[in-house]
């Protein structure tokens, strides 16, 4: 939802662009965290005609469904970003199997598109606990006045912003409302960050329906916005080709639910579970106070992975009588979503060959590449063929003296 930010100014080629440059990737799981939660990155506008069908717009088709995936400058500079960010998209990927699975079944229900389920890294990158100085909160940064009209709670004891599941059905709902209003989903998710109202002055001071024509008309974020949900959504499908790795979090786990009608403490729970107070935290981020405030009128939902009848029956009888010892459990094993993925397999040499620095024979390596660099002055620095430079990196082309993008990986001596 709308949020400030402050901005620097970069310039690369002919344009500037404000936007904001504050990460959020370093939180800490169950735990409030006041900060800026946009993850966009200074963009600057580059001649389109460097990028003309080129294997990002080919890819960029190819994983196009209901939303258009446009192609442009922008759109690159943020992808060229994020792909630099190995460590932390690979976070995401990681986290991302837990929550996206949450986020689907939430648009599934309203009939929205399920690609747009990866906006909610640009808003909080997987975070729920992470708060805006403006005051937004929750993995889809809703502000209070907004979350209200769409059915989230705010209280002494919860804040449903911070519930993935109630929060992914609020978002789904504001976004199905955009859509149906202005019948493009470029503007629908435009008007997630800035505001239905931005929006619909900017379309009627153009008289145009498309993202794109109205862009420079929006607030300086959103401006970014769109073209850093265009950006995950290429680095989320083909991080692969990127060196990207999921990284395998605490949250990779088989969860189930239980309803309480009664106020019950996070810490009892913990207790009857044999887990440790912060991950039943993490797994139930919206109780403010650690305590679920289960009323017989409206019983709460509590998250817990995946037990066994024995360990079930230990917690049920906890709740029932919250009196009752607890009898002291071993560690609790939890049950993983899906095994951690395997490394990316790296292909042997295609042929012998030495890649040589400065003299000196070096093993098959990776080079990441710098601004200005070419196919042909890498493959002059390591010593090696600009043929077989090509033939260890088709998808960057065949074009040996076409500047490369800055923080790709270049394989050199490996097919």
């Not at 990158?125 to 992470?130: C, D, I, T, Y």
């Not at 817990?304 to 360990?311: F, H, T, W």
Request: aromatic share 10%; glycine share 6%; proline share 7%.
């Amino acid at each position: 939802m709308k949020k400030l930010f402050p901005f620097i100014i970069c310039a690369l080629f002919i344009q500037i662009v404000k936007a904001d440059t504050k990460a959020v990737f370093n939180m800490a799981p169950a735990e409030i965290v006041q900060q800026d939660t946009n993850v966009l990155l200074p963009v600057i506008q580059a001649p389109v005609s460097i990028y003309q069908n080129n294997i990002f717009k080919r890819r960029l088709d190819s994983i196009q469904h209901e939303v258009p995936l446009d192609y442009n400058g922008y759109v690159q500079a943020y992808i060229d970003n994020y792909m630099r960010r190995r460590d932390e998209m690979g976070r995401m990927l990681g986290l991302s199997r837990y929550y996206f699975p949450i986020y689907e079944k939430a648009f599934h229900d309203a009939g929205i598109p399920d690609e747009i389920k990866y906006l909610s890294i640009v808003e909080s990158a997987l975070n729920p606990n992470a708060i805006s100085r403006v005051g937004a909160a929750g993995p889809w940064q809703f502000m209070s006045e907004t979350a209200k009209i769409y059915g989230l709670s705010m209280t002494d004891y919860v804040d449903d912003r911070r519930d993935p599941i109630q929060a992914s059905a609020a978002a789904a709902a504001y976004l199905k409302d955009a859509y149906l209003q202005f019948g493009d989903w470029l503007l629908a998710i435009a008007s997630y960050n800035c505001g239905k109202s931005n929006v619909l002055h900017a379309l009627e001071q153009t008289g145009t329906h498309d993202y794109w024509s109205i862009r420079e008309l929006l607030p300086a974020e959103t401006r970014g916005y769109v073209p850093a949900f265009i950006a995950i959504n290429y680095v989320m499908k083909y991080h692969k080709y990127h060196y990207i790795v999921p990284q395998t979090g605490n949250l990779a786990i088989v969860t189930d639910t239980i309803m309480v009608n009664k106020f019950v403490s996070l810490n009892r729970v913990a207790q009857a579970l044999g887990m440790p107070l912060k991950d039943v935290c993490t797994l139930n981020p919206s109780y403010r106070q650690q305590l679920v405030n289960g009323t017989a009128a409206i019983p709460r939902r509590i998250v817990i992975p995946k037990i066994d009848k024995e360990r079930d029956n230990i917690l049920r009888n906890a709740i029932a009588d919250l009196n009752a010892p607890i009898p002291v459990l071993r560690p609790i094993q939890y049950v993983s979503i899906v095994p951690p993925p395997p490394p990316i397999p790296i292909k042997p040499p295609v042929m012998a060959v030495q890649a040589v620095v400065d003299g000196k024979v070096v093993a098959p390596t990776i080079h990441t590449t710098k601004k200005g660099e070419t196919l042909t002055s890498i493959a002059t620095m390591y010593g090696v063929k600009v043929e077989q430079l090509m033939q260890w990196n088709r998808a960057l082309g065949n074009n040996a003296t076409l500047p490369l993008l800055p923080g790709l990986a270049v394989n050199i001596g490996r097919g």
